[in-house]
């Protein structure tokens, strides 16, 4: 009889795939800030310069939050058949 037992197996995030979800995560949150910042000010100058400031360095932080938690073992488990 054969084994079916599944075998676990490592896998480890690209590079690539940290930056995309990056980007895609932060046009996100680009919107959403623009959106409550006008919503609360009424003003496109304010808006737009709390949208910039803010997602620079929020950008850069979830890129290195992300490729930290990629070292993280913890819940990463693949079977393979």
Do not use: C
């Not at 979800?21 to 808006?47: G, P, Q």
């Not at 850069?60 to 938690?69: D, S, T």
């Amino acid at each position: 009889m054969e084994n079916t037992t599944p075998k676990k197996q490592k896998l480890k995030e690209s590079f690539k795939r940290s930056l995309v979800k990056t980007i895609s995560y932060r046009v996100f949150i680009i919107i959403l800030d623009f959106t409550t910042a006008y919503l609360f000010t009424h003003k496109v100058n304010v808006a737009v310069g709390f949208m910039l400031v803010s997602n620079i360095y929020t950008t850069v932080a979830y890129f290195f939050h992300e490729r930290l938690w990629d070292r993280i073992k913890w819940g990463k488990e693949v079977s393979v058949n």
